[in-house]
Nanobody, 124 residues
Framework: QVQLVESGGGLVQPGGSLRLSCAASGFASPYYTMGWFRQAPGKEREGVSCISSSDGTTTYADSVKGRFTISRDHASHIVYLQMNSLKPEDTGVYYC?????????????????WGQGIQVTVSS
């Protein structure tokens, strides 16, 4: 049974930083892409970033390039999203997701497994 558990969300002021973590377990194969998506109130879910396990390929949404960094710890099966220079428009529920076919693209329909989501609020 695949499980994804997010942590690290919270309230931060504009310009601040947060690091989200996603602990993954239960995968039959070591090759999968891990991604982060977010959903703001009244808006559709959008892809933020993802990383492939096979070659480390990363993908970022234009809105977060240069501010967010995705990384993974293979030994502990944890994926991180370091978020710097946060803006109010980064507010939303952030979801960790996994694609068992290891395709590092930000298309939600490719992702088989999803975490419960964690709130990130950027506000003064």
């Amino acid at each position: 049974q695949v499980q994804l558990v997010e942590s690290g969300g919270g309230l931060v002021q504009p310009g601040g930083s947060l690091r989200l973590s996603c602990a993954a377990s239960g995968f039959a194969s070591p090759y999968y892409t891990m991604g982060w998506f977010r959903q703001a109130p009244g808006k559709e879910r959008e892809g933020v970033s993802c990383i492939s396990s096979s070659d480390g390929t990363t993908t970022y949404a234009d809105s977060v390039k240069g501010r967010f960094t995705i990384s993974r710890d293979h030994a502990s099966h944890i994926v991180y999203l370091q978020m710097n220079s946060l803006k109010p428009e980064d507010t939303g529920v952030y979801y960790c997701a996994a694609d068992s076919k290891d395709r590092p693209v930000l298309w939600a329909r490719f992702y088989d497994y999803w975490g419960q989501g964690i709130q990130v609020t950027v506000s003064s």
